[in-house]
């Protein structure tokens, strides 16, 4: 089964606006929860990450809310641009394990 | 630093042919990962390394796919007898740590099996 789940596979948000990307997932062992941000044709990057002793982490116009209660992370991105248009990818590391677990991904459009 | 390089960048075979997919990591990196990424079931975990030795492969198939780190600056992902459902663009990470820490993705080797 999915462990890690983006229901929405798609986002339109106004530039200036809050893009908010959802991530859900099941095991509640996980202690470690990231968003990686991909381009078209290309790899992957990491943008941010918490670990679950924390609820929530800022990075400039990032935040990552963690409601570990709910299962469920999310990414505020604030003041969104044009260069913000991208696939986003939850991701998780599977119980005490290094290996992660990705989200299908959220495909944000920030429309001028 | 030139990040994690994967060659070759694109490959093409034929139904039963062997493919053999490389990753250099980052220099000092202790963890290296394989991943595969089709647009049916998305980013999957395939193997990953730490220190050189194999620690989880399960997401492999496991009779064709098989992986090895004969050192510290390259692993390899060998695919025997592809098949069209092979296809799919596969990415090599490598990690400084490996637990909690940034995973680094190379360019990816898109793989189509015709």
């Known amino acids: 089964g999915q462990q890690v789940k983006q229901s929405s596979p798609s986002l339109t948000v106004q530039e200036g606006g809050i893009s908010i990307l959802n991530c859900d997932y099941e095991?509640?062992?996980?202690?470690?929860f990231a968003w990686y941000k991909k381009y078209p044709d290309n790899s992957p990057t990491l943008l941010i990450s918490?670990?679950?002793?924390?609820d929530k982490r800022e990075d400039g116009r990032l935040t990552v809310f963690l409601n570990k209660s709910g299962k469920h992370f999310s990414l505020h991105i604030t003041a969104s641009q044009p260069e913000d248009t991208a696939v986003y990818l939850c991701?998780?590391?599977?119980?005490?394990?290094?290996?992660?677990?990705f989200g299908e991904g959220t495909k944000l459009t920030v429309s001028s | 630093n030139a990040g994690v390089i994967q060659t070759p960048r694109h490959k093409v075979t034929g139904k039963g042919q062997e493919a053999t997919l490389w990753c250099e990591p980052i220099?000092?990196?202790?963890?290296v990962f394989w991943y595969r990424q089709t647009i049916v079931q998305g980013l999957e975990f395939l193997t990953y390394?730490?220190?050189?030795?194999?620690?989880?492969d399960s997401g492999m198939p496991k009779e064709r796919f098989s992986a090895q780190m004969p050192n510290q600056s390259h692993s390899t992902l060998k695919i025997q007898s592809t098949q069209p459902q092979d296809s799919a663009v596969y990415l090599c990470?490598?990690?400084?740590?490996?637990?909690?820490?940034?995973?680094?993705f190379g360019p990816g080797t898109r793989l189509l099996v015709l």
């Open positions: 220099s000092g990196h202790s963890a």
């Open positions: 390394f730490r220190n050189q030795a194999p620690i989880d």
């Open positions: 990470a490598s990690s400084s740590h490996w637990y909690q820490d940034t995973q680094y």
């Open positions: 918490v670990r679950s002793n924390v």
């Open positions: 991701a998780a590391p599977q119980g005490g394990s290094a290996k992660l677990i």
């Open positions: 095991n509640d062992m996980f202690d470690y």
